[in-house]
Nanobody, 122 residues
Framework: QVQLAESGGGLVQAGGSLRLSCAPS??????????MGWYRQAPGKQRELVAT???????NYADSVKGRFTISRDNAKLTVYLQMNSLKPEDTAVYYC??????????????WGQGTQVTVSS
């Protein structure tokens, strides 16, 4: 059974930092070429991209987090991290980890974590 175990969320004051982690388990197909990413969903809003990273380290960020958030991955541990600095109240959301396997093939598929709450107080 595939699971994406997220951790690191919590409550922080504006200007503070948090680090999220996501460790997939149970993925066999295409595990070494997975594209992994973080998405977030604030109350009453649609889920949106925060950042993604490919297996070779190519990154992509939402404009709203550029310069503040850094996504990274440890391919040996198949773990992805999101370092969040200079947090703002508008960063408050449930953050979801996603692993996409079979990228660019007919077997492409997305796995999602359960989400971790990040709350930034003003």
């Amino acid at each position: 059974q595939v699971q994406l175990a997220e951790s690191g969320g919590g409550l922080v004051q504006a200007g503070g930092s948090l680090r999220l982690s996501c460790a997939p388990s149970g993925i066999i197909f295409s595990r070494n070429t997975m594209v992994m990413g973080w998405y977030r969903q604030a109350p009453g809003k649609q889920r949106e991209l925060v950042a993604t990273i490919t297996s070779v380290g190519t990154t992509n960020y939402a404009d709203s987090v550029k310069g503040r958030f850094t996504i990274s991955r440890d391919n040996a541990k198949l773990t992805v991290y999101l370092q969040m600095n200079s947090l703002k109240p508008e960063d408050t959301a449930v953050y979801y980890c996603k692993a996409r396997v079979g990228v660019g093939t007919v077997h492409e598929y997305d796995y999602w974590g359960q989400g971790t709450q990040v709350t930034v107080s003003s």
